[in-house]
């Protein structure tokens, strides 16, 4: 693709140089807005960018039920920046309520292999739009859900082009306060 605003990498990248990737196509419409076509039945995707170190996608949230569930992304780091509307992002606490927090257009967060969390539309919000950079491209993800039987939390591998839903109970809902959210750090434009 010509006109890119990054420098393909040579390599794996890690989750700062990934969120400036994601800041920068968010800023770009021009290469995901065409091809999103947002529905309300379900998240849809645009594919930006991928070779065998970077997966670039725009993802669009158009219903308040469009929701991840808790999950981790197997070897991929990430960084999500969002570009229209506005995200709840959640991360699960031992014993604690989920921590989140709403983040709006212009913001966005960064994370390493470590990390869980979960994302929905922020409800009340229009369209929602958010530009997902991953190294090395996602493959795999574990979602995580407590098992009907022992009612103990499991982490279920599905392939990526699965797309990521609540497996079950998810915990009781965040409580809108932010926290310090471990593997991950708030970024905005300029940052
Ligand atoms: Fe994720």
Redesign the pocket.
């Known amino acids: 693709m010509d006109d890119l605003p990054f420098q393909p990498p040579t390599g794996p990248i890690g989750a700062d140089e990934l969120a400036d990737v994601a800041r920068r196509v968010a800023e770009r419409p021009d290469l995901w807005e065409p091809t999103l076509d947002p529905t309300r039945e379900r998240r849809t995707y645009s594919e930006v960018y991928t070779d065998e170190n970077l997966g670039v996608w725009a993802i669009a949230w158009a219903a308040d039920d469009h929701d ?1 569930g808790y ?1 981790d ?1 197997d070897r991929s780091h ?1 960084a ?1 920046h969002v570009a229209r509307g506005c995200i709840r992002h959640e991360h699960l606490q031992l014993g604690a309520r989920p921590v989140g927090e709403a983040v709006p257009a212009g913001q966005g967060f960064r ?1 390493d292999n470590t990390a869980i ?1 979960r ?1 929905r539309r922020e409800p009340g919000h229009d369209l929602t739009v958010t530009i ?1 950079a991953y190294s090395p491209p996602l493959e795999e ?1 574990g979602q995580y859900a407590q098992d009907d039987h022992d009612r103990l939390l499991h982490r279920v591998p599905s392939p990526s082009s699965e797309q ?1 839903r609540p497996q079950g109970f998810q915990g009781d809902p965040s409580d809108g306060i932010g926290a310090t959210r471990p593997g991950s750090r708030r970024t905005s434009v300029g940052d």
Do not use: K, S
């Open positions: 991840t999950h992304h990430g999500v994370f969390h994302m997902h993800t990521l």
